[in-house]
Antibody, heavy 114, light 108 residues
Framework: QVQLQESGPGLVKPSQTLSLTCTVSGGSISSGSYFYNWIRQPAGKGLEWIGRFYSGGHTMYNPSLDGRVTISVDTSKNQFSLKLSSVTATDTAVYYC??????WGQGTLVTVSS | EIVLTQSPGTLSLSPGERATLSCRASQSGSGTYVAWFQQKPGQAPRLLVQGVSNRATGIPDRFSGSGSGTDFILTISRLEPEDFAVYYCHQYGRAPLTFGGGTRVEIK
């Protein structure tokens, strides 16, 4: 059974870059036809799609994030990563990595604060 | 961007009652690519239904999805105690992918 696990700093300073990694276990990230997504949720609020890559190589981002997002893949480590630049307090949220719609990581809280 | 509007915001019902949750899309581009999630406090969302009406693996048959065009519905036929949670609809047919604001189903 495929499992996803987010990791990365829980605290990021304003204007810096938020960096998270999602480790996929129980299946190869480069096999099959799956979308690997990053989704976030501020405390007490709804879900926001950040972006995704397709296991065939194509990436897509939410334009509401104004070009601050980069998603990359390391197939040798079976991981994919999120970088969100120029963060502000509004980027404080629980960040989830998700395969398609049915396989979610547990989520990791990232707080933007000085 | 397809905006999803869920109603009602909160649904107060008793165990055993039927719950009907609505999700309206601002345009029809989502096609059949509509999903529903359940989320409990401190947990990641759990997929209930995708493709408008296809239950995910292991989801009880008291959960059913329906709809077309811009109007979609999640029905819980008989509420069990573990069903009291927040529910989100989601369209993945057109980028950017979007979610509704959620409906909270609470115990009356």
């Amino acid at each position: 059974q495929v499992q996803l696990q987010e990791s990365g700093p829980g605290l990021v300073k304003p204007s810096q870059t938020l960096s998270l990694t999602c480790t996929v276990s129980g299946g190869s990230i480069s096999s099959g036809s799956y979308f690997y997504n990053w989704i976030r949720q501020p405390a007490g609020k709804g879900l926001e799609w950040i972006g995704r890559f397709y296991s065939g190589g194509h990436t897509m981002y939410n334009p509401s994030l104004d070009g601050r997002v980069t998603i990359s893949v390391d197939t040798s480590k079976n991981q994919f990563s999120l970088k969100l630049s120029s963060v502000t307090a509004t980027d404080t949220a629980v960040y989830y990595c998700v395969r398609d719609r049915d396989c979610w990581g547990q989520g990791t809280l990232v707080t933007v604060s000085s | 961007e397809i905006v999803l509007t869920q109603s009602p915001g909160t649904l107060s019902l008793s165990p055993g009652e039927r719950a009907t949750l609505s999700c309206r899309a601002s345009q029809s581009g989502s096609g059949t690519y509509v999903a529903w999630f359940q989320q409990k406090p401190g947990q990641a969302p759990r997929l209930l239904v995708q493709g408008v009406s296809n239950r995910a693996t292991g989801i009880p048959d008291r959960f059913s999805g329906s709809g077309s065009g811009t109007d979609f519905i999640l029905t819980i036929s008989r509420l069990e105690p573990e069903d009291f949670a927040v529910y989100y609809c989601h369209q993945y047919g057109r980028a950017p992918l979007t979610f509704g604001g959620g409906t909270r189903v609470e115990i009356k």
